[in-house]
């Protein structure tokens, strides 16, 4: 397999170790409550970004696609712009049960938009082969998400104390602030809204 990696696919493994990364130290963190951990955690996900956007760039400019590129590309902005934001969200305590279903919809959207991309590009691409526009907001978005977080976090907005407090809702806890990953997730998801793509 390795045979058919072109420079391309590892800048895009670099994105998904990015993120992965990330999700250890969120673990790390949990377990240590050492908060350079968590701001470790915070740095690699702009690196991520970096890594998903220069790897097309490597692409295009040696003109050379693997037939796993966009796949890989795919499973990796999952990793680091779905599954990391949402573990973060919940290592800084959006714990309760609402706040876990919220999450989960917000990754199910990820997936499924990275997904809906896939399966649409051929039939959205021009003449040339580039696709004009996105179906609903690119994953990497997420990093906004992230940046509330991190300021959160830089403030001692945790926990209970998180911006917007935390509800009780048929027996469970709620953190508000978790919505902003359910609006998220919602235009990810949204076929109607339609994006130029650069």
């Not at 970004?49 to 796993?68: E, F, M, N, Q, T």
């Not at 917000?106 to 997936?111: A, E, L, N, R, S």
């Not at 580039?130 to 509330?148: A, D, F, H, M, R």
Request: proline residues 4%; aromatic residues 10%.
């Amino acid at each position: 397999m390795l045979r058919t990696f072109a420079l391309a696919d590892l800048v895009t493994l670099g994105n998904a170790a990015c993120g992965t990364g990330a999700i250890f130290l969120c673990l790390a963190y949990v377990a240590e409550r050492d908060r350079s951990l968590l701001w470790a955690a915070f740095v690699l996900l702009p690196i991520a970004l970096v890594c998903d956007v220069l790897d097309g760039s490597i692409a295009r400019w040696r003109r050379k696609h693997s037939p796993i590129g966009a796949d890989l590309d795919s499973l990796a902005d999952v990793i680091s712009f779905g599954v990391a934001p949402a573990v973060l969200g919940f290592t800084l305590g959006m714990r309760g049960f609402w706040d876990s279903v919220v999450l989960i919809y917000f990754v199910g959207c990820g997936i499924s938009r990275l997904a809906r991309y896939n399966v649409t590009a051929a039939q959205m691409s021009d003449a040339s082969g580039k696709v004009k526009y996105y179906e609903g907001t690119p994953i990497p978005t997420s990093l906004g998400l992230v940046l509330v977080l991190g300021i959160a976090f830089g403030m001692q907005h945790v926990g209970d104390a998180l911006w917007l407090g935390v509800v009780h809702l048929a027996g469970y806890e709620f953190h508000p602030l978790v919505l902003m990953f359910g609006l998220s997730g919602t235009l990810m998801a949204s076929a109607t809204i339609r994006i130029p793509k650069p």
